[in-house]
Nanobody, 123 residues
């Protein structure tokens, strides 16, 4: 059974940085598209960043310029570095992996999800 496990969340002051990690227990990790979503309390899940199978990254406007998505296939790991954190970055951060690159797929269709890691940014 495929598992994704996030780590690196926590409480950080506004202006600080965090590096989230997500390790996948899957043999063909390098063939998957990956990314991160987040969900604030009472709000819908929203995309933070994703990376296609070919390595092309896309960032939400809210984090563009502050966020770097990367992957290390040899370790089955995807990272999300967020700098200059703001209180509005607070939420549960979920990583995902998907066998499709189809941009028409909604997040509810993605193949694999982690349980999430809490990020709280204090002002």
């Amino acid at each position: 059974q495929v598992q994704l496990v996030e780590s690196g969340g926590g409480l950080v002051q506004s202006g600080g940085s965090l590096r989230l990690s997500c390790v996948a227990s899957i043999s063909d990790f390098d063939t998957l598209s990956v990314g991160w979503y987040r969900q604030a309390l009472g709000k819908q899940r929203e995309l933070v960043a994703n990376m296609s199978k070919s390595g092309t990254s896309h960032y939400a406007d809210s984090v563009k310029g502050r966020c770097t998505l990367s992957r290390e296939n040899a370790k089955n790991t995807v990272y999300l570095q967020i700098d200059n954190l703001k209180p509005e970055d607070t939420g549960v951060y979920y990583c995902y992996a998907d066998r499709s690159d189809d941009p028409r797929r909604g997040w509810v269709e993605y193949d694999y999800w982690g349980p999430g890691t809490q990020v709280t940014v204090s002002s």
